[in-house]
């Protein structure tokens, strides 16, 4: 597999992208912000590109300005998640927290049979952030707790998606 990264401009502050291309085609395997938790060596990312050399760079940065202008949602760039069968588990299910939602630990935890904490550390993990939106788990009390890209960015991206909950909320 030959990987290659890219260091993308957002209003969150700069975003290491890591793509490889392997049997399955082109894909995103890595998007870190500065002074992630879990961050790799970067001596596996391989050589840096410009972000607008590569079309899955240039994909990306187009869909992540757009969710981070609140006009997009989902994403469809192709994802590459690596790690054991747990943390896998675990991305699944952030995948499928809808936007403007939320859920505890312990939710996921009940999901999966494990503990909070086993959790807790799968999510720490995660490697693709924003887009496996591991921003959108809480505390038990609705807290803002825990995330790789500093609270600060966690507390954004859930004010990004607020004015969806009261969308969705209006509609009742």
């Not at 870190?32 to 972000?51: E, K």
């Not at 959108?136 to 600060?152: E, H, K, M, N, P």
Request: charge should be negative.
């Amino acid at each position: 597999m030959t990987a290659r990264h890219a260091v993308l401009t957002t209003p969150l502050g700069e975003l290491t992208a890591v793509v490889e291309d392997g049997p399955d085609g082109r894909a995103l395997v890595g998007l870190y912000f500065p002074g992630h938790w879990t961050l790799p060596d970067p001596a596996g990312f391989g050589p840096r590109v410009p972000s607008g050399s590569d079309e899955i760079f240039e994909r990306l940065q187009g869909e992540l300005d757009e969710y981070l202008a609140g006009e997009r949602r989902d994403f469809d760039i192709p994802l590459q998640l690596r790690g054991g069968e747990h943390h896998r588990r675990v991305w699944d299910l952030l995948l499928r927290i809808p936007y403007g939602e939320t859920i505890t630990y312990g939710d996921l935890a009940r999901e999966t049979g494990g503990a909070a904490q086993a959790v807790g550390r799968a999510v720490g993990a995660n490697p693709i952030s924003i887009l496996v939106p591991c921003h959108r788990v809480v505390g038990s009390d609705g807290s803002i707790t825990g995330y790789a890209g500093g609270l600060d960015r966690k507390r954004a991206l859930l004010a990004l998606e607020e004015p969806a909950a009261e969308e969705r909320d209006a509609l009742f």
